[in-house]
């Protein structure tokens, strides 16, 4: 029998809809100053620190990620990412506006998303990749800002090279990267999917206390 265990209220609260309330500023910022400084003040919520062992000694590094879609809605997303990404190439600000409302209706919808899912992909095979590859396990912190708190999330790790997770990763970093300015800064890369296993509460107040699974 399979036991599901329920999500700690802390952790969807403080971190997926965290980021979620963050999307909805940046909809309504208005300017690009606004968004920039909006990003700045929530770096450590949209790139935690990931930490890895293994070939390539202890290592950590920061990555952006985002929230992986549930199976069941994975192949639908594909399609509307895959869509938006033709109809908004080089829109400029349109672009962006239709993004964040794209996000909102998928990846922070906790109905299509897995909160307990994370992708980023790896720019560079270096240490974490090197890791990675042999171990298949990482640690990553999350800081509560301004300084509210820390989450510690131990994950099972997956790396993609094809396929719709790897579509999926790469097509999300276009829509707010490429699609705006209608141009590519650099290729597709290998896509590393996160797998929440367990989560601690590091906040001063509980000092690495277990909240999943209870």
Known sequence: MVVRHSIPKLYMDEFFFARRRLVEKLKKAGNPEAIIDEISKNAFLLSPMVATYGPAGVNV???????????????????????????????????FVEAYDLL??????????????????????????????????????????????????????????????????????DMMHAVPMGERSHPWYPAVLFEVKEIYDNSYQSLGKKIYPL
């Open 61 to 95: 590094a920061p990555f952006m990620l985002t929230f992986m879609v549930k199976n069941e809605h994975l192949m639908t997303v594909l399609d509307g990412l895959k869509r938006f990404v033709k109809k908004y190439w080089g829109k400029g600000s349109k672009a």
């Open 104 to 173: 909102l209706n998928t990846v922070y919808d906790p109905n299509v998303s897995d909160p307990l899912k994370l992708v980023t992909h790896i720019m560079s095979k270096g240490h974490t990749w090197i890791n990675l590859r042999v171990t298949s396990e990482a640690s990553i912190g999350i800081l509560i800002p301004p300084d509210r708190g820390a989450l510690e999330l131990r994950a099972k790790v997956y790396i993609y090279t094809e396929g719709p997770i790897y579509e999926y990763t790469n097509l999300v970093h």
